[in-house]
């Protein structure tokens, strides 16, 4: 069966175990139902997902004039210690900054490879943890806007990573740890501005995802230099799929890639 659509990441349903969907403008695939089936993957162009254009794909899903203009690719993105929409400050749209910072967020530990801090939007839970490919996760603060989020990630991450080892998450070298005991230990070193919004009422979260075989190692589909590309399809943990010739094809870091997929 032929797909045709520009590749956006999954979207996933909590489940187990988890399920997986490609969306598409006029279709959808579920993904869990492609497992131990052949599936190819062919490039067709490329189409920006803020413009439109068919335009080279810079970072994000967006070409380089979009990146380095739309709100939703600003650098308080990936640093929410940078959001500064609390003060009224606009960086490139602040009616879009106010709508995505001045809403609860969740600062988090994940155990994807090793233990991780991170921060989420509270509406994104527990997608985030599952685009990371996390098998267990805890929440340790909740907060009110991004920017005490982003204070409390930055004073964690000088007690814990704030990386995932992509190769060591999808070969599924991990240890299971204690999370609520990692979140105890933590506790202290919250910044002062955001000391009350310590929570430890959330359970630890654990997640089961589609993986018939793990690889032993991983080769990487680089889909400009492997424009078409066919394998079995044996897994599917946080945006990766996972073939069984150990080749893994991270969707996220596609968008805006499209594509063809053929399921046999």
């Not at 659509?5 to 403008?25: D, S």
Request: contains cysteine; charged residues 25%; hydrophobic residues 35%.
């Amino acid at each position: 069966m032929l797909y045709q659509g520009v590749l956006r990441k999954m979207q996933t349903q909590m489940g187990n175990p988890i399920q997986y969907f490609l969306v598409f403008e006029n279709d959808f695939l579920n993904m869990n139902q492609a497992l131990n089936k052949e599936v190819s993957i062919n490039f067709i162009t490329y189409q920006c997902l803020n413009c439109g254009k068919e335009l080279p794909i810079y970072r994000q899903g967006f070409c380089k004039k979009c990146f380095y203009e739309t709100p939703s690719a600003a650098d308080w993105i990936m640093r929410p210690e940078l959001s500064k929409a609390h003060l009224g400050e606009e960086d490139r749209d602040l009616a879009y900054e106010k709508q995505v910072q001045l809403q609860p967020h969740v600062v988090y530990l994940a155990n994807s490879s090793n233990v991780k801090v991170g921060v989420t939007r509270k509406s994104q839970v527990p997608t985030r943890w599952i685009d990371q490919g996390a098998h267990e996760a805890i929440a340790i603060a909740e907060t009110p806007n991004r920017y005490l989020a982003g204070i409390t990630e930055v004073a964690l991450k000088a007690h814990v990573s704030d990386k995932t080892s992509w190769q060591k998450m999808l070969t599924n070298r991990i240890e299971d740890v204690d999370l609520t005991e990692w979140r105890a230990k933590l506790k202290a070193e919250i910044p002062e501005e955001a000391k009350d919004f310590f929570d430890d009422s959330q359970d630890e979260y654990q997640l089961d995802f589609p993986v018939l075989q793990y690889p032993e190692k991983v080769k990487s589909l680089n889909l400009q230099k492997t424009p078409s590309y066919t394998g079995v399809l044996k897994g599917i943990k946080g945006q990766y799929l996972i073939f069984e010739d150990q080749t893994v094809f991270n969707v996220r870091a596609n968008e805006g890639y499209v594509v063809g997929i053929d399921i046999k």
